[in-house]
T-cell receptor
């Protein structure tokens, strides 16, 4: 079957750095997406990786290793507004997104 | 303002009733999707449409139907609602049905009693 694993919850301090990991087993691979979802709101797109390596976008970076079935989202200089759930999703061979359950990130002052 | 709208925002429904959730996008995206989101689970695809006039089944299609008469609208119908269909429903769209980024509507919170 297809499976996306990510930690349920993480806590970090304002101003610090946090890494959210995602491992996957899917039928085919057409890229990995990270979305941010604030409570009660819609998911919003953060990043897309299809090749191995690190993609940097401001305070957020995303890494992919296809051989290991592994990705991480790195958030730097954490702000209180970064408190949200972070969703990892893999696009499978049918171009359908398979979603992880999300990681709830709690930022403490 | 460009984007995706969904209606209603929330709804409480008696079991056995018929309900249509509406979704409209003004980005001229070809592909549209319906997901449900339940606590502790990832988003699950219900139905999708890669272009107007075509639809396909996702991971959890039973009890739901969709239509895509034009590019902008993609309604989701529950023919006879059951309590297990209590969920938050998100509509999304993308430029095409491949690796393009999916953009989400604000969601409909549905409670079936």
């Amino acid at each position: 079957g297809q499976n996306i694993d990510q930690p349920t919850e993480m806590t970090a301090t304002e101003g610090a750095i946090v890494q959210i990991n995602c491992t996957y087993q899917t039928s085919g691979f057409n890229g990995l997406f990270w979305y941010q979802q604030h409570a009660g709101e819609a998911p919003t797109f953060l990043s897309y990786n299809v090749l191995d390596g690190l993609e940097e976008k401001g305070r957020f970076s995303s890494f992919l290793s296809r051989s290991k079935g592994y990705s991480y989202l790195l958030l730097k200089e954490l702000q209180m507004k970064d408190s949200a759930s972070y969703l990892c999703a893999v696009m499978d061979s049918n171009y359908q997104l398979i979603w992880g359950a999300g990681t709830k990130l709690i930022i403490k002052p | 303002i460009a984007g995706i709208t969904q209606a209603p925002t929330s709804q409480i429904l008696a079991a056995g009733r018929r309900m249509t959730l509406r979704c409209t996008q003004d980005m001229r995206h070809n592909a549209m999707y319906w997901y449900r989101q339940d606590l502790g689970l990832g988003l699950r695809l219900i139905h999708y449409s890669n272009t107007a006039g075509t639809t396909g089944k996702g991971e959890v299609p039973d009890g739901y139907s969709v239509s895509r008469a034009n590019t902008d609208d993609f309604p989701l119908t529950l023919a006879s609602a059951v309590p297990s269909q209590t969920s938050v429903y998100f509509c999304a769209s993308s430029a095409s049905g491949n690796t393009d980024t999916q953009y989400f509507g604000p969601g409909t919170r549905l409670t079936v009693l």
